[in-house]
């Protein structure tokens, strides 16, 4: 009883007050040195997470905050403290300078249930088992661009049936984006799975469906990226989390299948052709070797699906994405598909399709690939990145397990080393005596340090390819029957353009 007589409004009212004091205190010691940020607004349990604005990008919810504090900022959300990098020098810091320092992947639960508790390359955590698997991705990447032949037979082929597809629209409005996929993904298909799984297989059309659901859609990818900074949350059954699981179940299901196959039907001596013979071949040689039990266990059936699906799945996703983004921004610009149509025809002739051996006579082309990459902005941020051990950024302490997001985006945009950043102009990317400027510093599609994209080589072949091939023999125009494609972006896991439709011209 007596107890209770100190339960009144005005001593709870007390306690909350203290509690709420006794908190930023907290926080202030441990943002101590830290970059600036929200310090008197965080509030227990949630930390800043009001502190964002509402908008679709991050570039739209943390206007506000680089307003405020710059454009290198840290604040506590849910149980992290998260730091935010938006300049191109912080940003080569987190990336290159630092590389190491800033390698990990947050332990989020939704990365947990993406990769089977963290065994991919992707969004695995930095460490030995993820070194192992990323040396043998790019070992396998590697093997398959040396064969100049094979690279172009594979790619000539989807891209043949591309353009008869394009034919066959006879000038009618159409849209681009199905076609785009299905012929990138069977490309992709080939180098993961060789012949045994492309479109004509009939778990491929599915494949290709989950992975599209997974990067577009919005609400449940956002959800998820809240819910992560809150480690309780994985014990109760919200729906993202549920949806990110059922839609990885029948992704690996289908994956498991495919692997089981190939495991029946492998020759260890027969010539690899596939991203998983490659993976099998080194597990078999592992598993022969005298003391690699380590090594073997690395490589377990869940590893090895992992990465056939990191193959896949961001493989075929960030290419066909860019090869849409910069049809879009062709049809907006007639002249740039005039110029260079006039460079292909001046280099490589209306004879032949062009080919790799073309690629560096083709500047204003690989140009117009680059503007693309770099106002479409497939990947406005970086994965999440978490500090393997204290460090520092601009000068600031960063300590140990900090979440660390990289704002790829501003940094395509700044105007401070881009003139006229929001418009589309691949001769930027061209130096006066007219080659191609690769070392610019500023253009980071594909991230770079540790947590470089591995399909960055391949990427480019592909994009090239199939591009070249396409103004080679057609103009893009706008549709008769509806507006210009429309530039602003959606944002799923990716950076995406909205649904548009154009017309396919064959040239003379």
Known sequence: MEMLEYCTLGNLFLAVIFLLILNQLIELYQFRNMPPGSRLTSLPLTGNLLSFDSGDSLREITASLRKKYGTVYSMKVGSFKLVVAEDADSVKEVLVKRSADYAGRPPFHS?????????????????????????????????????????EERIFEQAGR???????????????????????????????????????????????????????DTKTNTQNFVLDFFPAAKYFPFPSYQSVQKLMGRIFEILRHQLKIQENDFDPTAKIDSLTGSLLKERIAAENEVGSEDKASILSDESVINTMEDMFGAGYETTSTTLRWAIAYLVHHPHCQTEIQNQLDEVVGRDRMPGLGDRPHLPLLQATIMEALRLGNVAEAALPHYTMKDTSLAGYRVPKDTVVLVHLMNVHLDPNFWENPNSFNPHRHIDADGQLITNSGNFLPFSAGRRVCAGEALAKVELFLFLSWMLHKFTFLPPKKSSLPDLKGLIGLTRYPAPYQIRAEQRQ
Request: glycine residues 8%.
């Open 111 to 151: 990365f947990q249930l993406a990769s089977l508790g963290g065994k991919d390359i992707i969004i695995g955590n930095y460490g030995p088992a993820w070194k192992f698997h990323r040396k043998l991705f790019m070992a396998a990447i590697r093997q398959y661009l040396s064969d100049q032949q094979l690279v």
């Open 162 to 216: 591309l353009l008869q597809y394009f034919e066959d629209q006879n000038g009618k409005d159409f849209d681009p984006a199905c076609i785009l996929m299905e012929s990138v993904a069977n490309v992709i298909g080939r180098i993961t799975f060789g012949k045994y799984f492309d479109s004509s297989h009939p778990d491929f059309e599915e494949l290709l469906q989950l992975n599209i659901k997974g990067f577009t």
